[in-house]
């Protein structure tokens, strides 16, 4: 894993900009690269004056998003068919779709926002949302959000602290731990409020 991690600064740092947007896009449609080998290193190179800031968020962003709509249009266009064919065997069967489908519709934007700001799950949003057909405007625009915020903070952890390995592995499990903190709030404020609507809803509907 450090020689991978060394030969994706070694990329980024060779080709640049390119660089930084072919190692995103496979990060999101293949293989599930750790989006801080990346930007981290890129963050650093930035406080050296070795790449500019725009074009790195630029650069990533942009992978990012059509790394992830590669996944989101596999999984649209086959992600059915083989569930339909080999779900059985995945215990995925045809009325766990349906409860996908229903779930995306009415909150697929906040999955995919708070999905992408999560290590480990942001690499796998695309293929539910895909799945279930979401709004590919939308699906873009969450995830351009979201990615583009998590991105954000890992530039800057690399402009801060970048040259120094053992400060980023001592303060990147608190990092990851803010965000999800922060995205755990970010869920419970909005379960709260969509509850609210409901009963609001439901009162005029009585009324």
Do not use: C
Not at 98 to 106: I, Q, R, V
Not at 112 to 139: D, E, Q, Y
């Amino acid at each position: 894993m450090e020689t991978f991690a060394s030969w994706l600064v070694d990329t980024v740092h060779s080709l640049g900009y390119i660089g930084l947007f072919i190692t995103m896009f496979f990060g999101n449609a293949l293989v599930p690269i750790p989006v801080e080998a990346i930007m981290i290193p890129a963050g650093y190179l930035v406080e050296q004056g070795e790449m500019n800031l725009l074009l790195v968020m630029a650069s990533a962003i942009f992978g990012d998003i059509s790394g992830s709509l590669f996944s989101y249009y596999i999984a649209r266009h086959f992600g059915r068919r083989f569930l339909f064919a080999y779900g059985k065997y995945l215990f995925f069967s045809h009325d766990k779709i349906e409860m996908l489908d229903k779930f995306f519709a009415g909150h697929g934007e906040i999955s995919v926002l708070t999905g992408r700001l999560v290590p480990g799950l942001r690499h796998f949003m695309a293929f539910p949302a895909g799945l279930s057909h979401m709004n590919v405007k939308k699906f873009v625009i969450y995830t351009g959000v979201g990615g583009g915020l998590w991105m954000s903070i890992l530039v800057l952890v690399g402009y801060m602290i970048g040259g120094n390995k053992a400060l980023v592995r001592h303060y990147m499990p608190y990092v990851e731990g803010i965000i999800i903190g922060g995205v755990l709030v970010t869920i419970i404020m909005y379960i709260r409020h969509h509850r609210k609507k409901v009963a609001g809803g439901s009162d005029g509907v009585a009324s």
